[in-house]
């Protein structure tokens, strides 16, 4: 079964850190751009990372920038969520997911673009 496997969530104090991989299981996703998304409750799933099929362009939601970074680990096959800076706002389960498309030229934000969903890791961030 292909999936993606998410971890590295947890509780942390506002302006703590976490590290969040991205782990594939069945398949590699060495061709597909790579996203990171999260949802709050009530809230609907947002974008908050990508990362192209290389490795060498990312992009981050105006409201992680300065503070998250996205990476991929190419000797474990893995994409890392880099959290800095926490803030309570940042509360949510955490997915990472890939773009349907191989080789897409660009990384696109839209979560319905993106497939083989993870189940996700919960961040809390207490103030």
């Known amino acids: 079964q292909v999936r993606l496997v998410e971890s590295g969530g947890g509780l942390v104090q506002a302006g703590g850190s976490l590290r969040l991989s991205c782990t594939p299981s069945g398949r590699t996703f060495s061709s597909s751009n790579m996203g990171w998304f999260r949802q709050a409750p009530g809230k609907e799933r947002e974008f908050v990372a990508g990362?192209?099929?290389?490795?060498?362009?990312?992009t981050l939601t105006d409201s992680v920038k300065g503070r998250f970074t996205i990476s991929k680990d190419r000797s474990e096959n893995t994409v890392i969520l880099t959290m800095n800076s926490l803030e309570p706002e940042d509360t949510a389960v955490y997915y990472c997911?890939?773009?349907?498309?191989?080789?897409?030229?660009?990384?696109?934000?839209?979560?319905?673009?993106?497939?083989?969903w993870g189940r996700g890791t919960q961040v809390t961030v207490s103030s």
């Open positions: 990362i192209n099929y290389h490795g060498d362009t990312t």
């Open positions: 997911a890939a773009d349907k498309i191989p080789y897409r030229r660009v990384i696109i934000r839209d979560p319905g673009q993106y497939e083989y």
